[in-house]
T-cell receptor
Framework: NAGVMQNPRHLVRRRGQEARLRCSPM?????VYWYRQLPEEGLKFMVY????????ESGMPKERFSAEFPKEGPSILRIQQVVRGDSAAYFC??????????????FGPGTRLTVT | QKEVEQNSGPLSVPEGAIASLNCTYS??????FFWYRQYSGKSPELIMF????GDKEDGRFTAQLNKASQYVSLLIRDSQPSDSATYLC?????????FGKGTRLHILP
């Protein structure tokens, strides 16, 4: 199965701890996107990365949140000093950007973060 | 004005009927349009994409795009109970995709 993989699927953290969410894109895809979804809310764009580069982080909170996509290994979304408001589903998507600029994003199963 | 607008619903449609889901967008420069289906507690699943004006059919699904009116729709023929889900309209803006909040569709058995 060459789909987008995310782990862990569920993550519980106490306030003040760090959360690390991992995403491996679909085979052959080199573009990764992170989204956050609050209950009964839409998907909110957070960050767009290519290998070793952050292309667009306009949706990332200025503090405590960071993302990377190293040359080897999965993309990681890191949340430091988590607060209850960080509780949400975090989805990763990947795409194969075509030369025409048209592309489709495919989503992983998500990580449900609960901050207690 | 929101970038991507959808009626939140719920939209109730009898089984076997046609479900019509609508979406408007604000950026005239958008070129790519997507429909995702999301079941409760699950991740979004891409079901249709359309890049040109007109209709695009795939099985029971038809996507319709009217760039002049900045309007995109999804028709589901012969609706089934398994079609009950939230349908997300998404539109590209530069290098990213912007999602609407989704329309909840309920197919009545």
């Amino acid at each position: 199965n060459a789909g987008v993989m995310q782990n862990p699927r569920h993550l519980v953290r106490r306030r003040g701890q760090e959360a690390r969410l991992r995403c491996s894109p679909m085979k052959g895809h080199s573009h990764v996107y992170w989204y956050r979804q609050l209950p009964e809310e839409g998907l909110k764009f957070m960050v767009y990365l290519q290998k070793e580069n952050i292309i667009d982080e306009s949706g990332m909170p200025k503090e405590r949140f960071s993302a990377e996509f190293p040359k080897e290994g999965p993309s990681i979304l890191r949340i430091q000093q988590v607060v209850r408001g960080d509780s949400a589903a975090y989805f990763c998507a990947s795409s194969l950007l075509t030369g025409t600029g048209n592309y489709e994003q495919y989503f992983g199963p998500g990580t449900r973060l609960t901050v207690t | 004005q929101k970038e991507v607008e959808q009626n939140s619903g719920p939209l109730s449609v009898p089984e076997g009927a046609i479900a019509s889901l609508n979406c408007t967008y604000s950026d005239r420069g958008s070129q790519s349009f997507f429909w995702y289906r999301q079941y409760s507690g699950k991740s979004p699943e891409l079901i249709m994409f359309i890049y040109s004006n007109g209709d695009k059919e795939d099985g029971r699904f038809t996507a319709q795009l009217n760039k002049a009116s900045q309007y995109v729709s999804l028709l589901i023929r012969d609706s089934q109970p398994s079609d009950s889900a939230t349908y997300l309209c998404a539109v590209n803006r530069d290098d990213k995709i912007i999602f609407g909040k989704g329309t909840r569709l309920h197919i009545l058995p």
